[in-house]
């Protein structure tokens, strides 16, 4: 079955250490590839996304992330966390490339980041 | 632009009750979406619609109903509603991917957090 995993329920971090989000997918073909954070109470907001092209992208707030197509993954990457990082992070397939817009999220990485 | 805007933030029901939670998106977006958030099982899609009078079933329908009349509005019907339905509701709204054969960001409203006694 198509599915999207996120390993990590909970991470936990020091401010000013790097941070990396786990995110496999298992589909046939590359979907497009998303990071979402949702912060408390709020909607979710997109850091990045991956259409094509280079396989490293550039997000909001000094996030990347990287497409390995071997693995399957899409790992959300920031080499200095900052306290207002603390959040829940999605991360999210279009796996019809089309674009129909019936993301598969994965379950969330709740990240908190001690002073 | 207001972005994505969903009403109410939070609501309580009674089990039976029927309720209709209202989204609407002033970026002229074609393609609106629903989804409930559950602890433990991330976002998952209810219904969507990609145009005016179009809608569709996404993942997880049963016990919901949509209508789209027209290009802004998005509204989620409970018709009777079960406390398996608690949960938060997200809309989310995109650009239809006719416009450029591609896949364009959703915007997410900011939720509607739902109790069912």
């Known amino acids: 079955a198509q599915s999207v995993t996120q390993p990590d329920i909970h991470i936990t971090v020091s401010e000013g250490a790097s941070l990396e989000l786990r995110c496999n997918y298992s589909y046939g073909a590359t979907p497009y590839l998303f990071w979402y954070v949702q912060s408390p109470g709020q909607g979710l907001q997109l850091l990045l996304k991956y259409f094509s092209g280079d396989t490293l992208v550039q997000g909001i707030k000094g996030f990347e992330a990287e497409f390995k197509r071997s693995q399957s993954s899409f790992n959300l990457r920031k080499p200095s966390v900052h306290w207002s990082d603390a959040a829940e992070y999605f991360c999210a397939v279009d796996p019809f490339t089309s674009g129909t817009y019936k993301y598969i999220f994965g379950t969330g990485t709740r990240l908190k980041v001690l002073a | 632009n207001a972005g994505v805007t969903q009403t109410p933030k939070f609501q309580v029901l009674k089990t039976g009750q029927s309720m209709t939670l209202q989204c609407a998106q002033d970026?002229?977006?074609?393609?609106m979406s629903w989804y409930r958030q559950d602890p433990g099982m991330g976002l998952r899609l209810i219904h969507y619609s990609v145009g005016a009078g179009i809608t569709d079933q996404g993942e997880v329908p049963n016990g919901y109903n949509v209508s789209r009349s027209t290009t802004e509005d998005f509204p989620l019907r409970l018709l009777s509603a079960a406390p398996s339905q608690t949960s938060v509701y997200f809309c989310?709204?995109?650009?239809?991917?006719?416009?450029?054969?591609?896949?364009?960001?959703?915007?997410f409203g900011p939720g509607t957090r739902l109790t069912v006694t």
């Open positions: 970026m002229n977006h074609e393609y």
């Open positions: 989310a709204s995109s650009y239809s991917s006719q416009r450029g054969g591609t896949s364009y960001e959703q915007y």
